[in-house]
């Protein structure tokens, strides 16, 4: 069974950063973060792959990230973390750590998904 423990969110100014960490157990093929600001739909930040094993590969990266976020992990532990550079308001948003165990769940759509952490929210203010 999947479990995953997010954390890492906080309050910073704009060019501020923030580093995100997600440690996952079970099997995963697909791991990485979303987020949701206020009053818009769910959607992919960024996401890896590892086919079930224990490391994990870059994916997917959306749009607006830039350049300025990247994932990495620690092996040793299972972790994977979300750093965050430049941050701005726009950034705003619940950032939710997930995971998929199914086969074709590459790509950072929501619908290939299936597990979900609490989330941990991310404030970036002007």
């Avoid at 423990?5 to 099997?27: D, F, I, K, M, P």
């Avoid at 299972?78 to 705003?92: A, G, I």
């Avoid at 590459?106 to 941990?120: E, L, P």
Wanted: charged share 15%; with cysteine; hydrophobic share 25%.
């Amino acid at each position: 069974q999947v479990q995953l423990v997010e954390s890492g969110g906080g309050s910073v100014q704009a060019g501020g950063s923030l580093r995100l960490s997600c440690t996952a157990s079970g099997y995963i093929n697909c791991l990485g973060w979303f987020r949701q600001p206020p009053g818009k739909e769910r959607e992919g930040v960024a996401l890896s792959y590892s086919g079930g094993g224990r490391t994990y590969y870059a994916d997917y990266y959306a749009d607006f990230v830039e350049g300025r976020f990247t994932i990495s992990q620690d092996n040793a532990n299972d972790t994977l973390y979300l750093q965050m550079n430049s941050l701005k308001p726009e950034d705003t948003a619940m950032y939710y750590c997930a995971a998929s165990t199914r086969t074709y769940c590459r790509g950072g759509r929501v619908s290939s998904y299936n597990y979900w952490g609490q989330g941990t929210r991310v404030t970036v203010s002007s």
